[in-house]
């Protein structure tokens, strides 16, 4: 990974949350009451929103910093 280079992070982030939704919609196979539900409403939803900003805010990074390399270079 080059200097600067978040991109890995990035999609290692993004991977790792994809693996929790898989692994949340196996519990709630068997888990289906009211505690299940409001960890779902109150953690994992509020998760999955804000590691989508971050990647996104990584990516962007990524791209600025790239950029500001080419441009000393």
Known sequence: MK???LSLGSARL???LKK???QWE???AVWQDQVAEEIEQQQL???EAEVTRAVEAINRLTQVMSQARQEVE
């Open 3 to 5: 200097q600067g280079d």
């Open 14 to 16: 993004y991977d790792a």
């Open 20 to 22: 929790l939704k898989v």
């Open 26 to 28: 196996d519990t709630r």
């Open 45 to 47: 939803t509020l998760l």
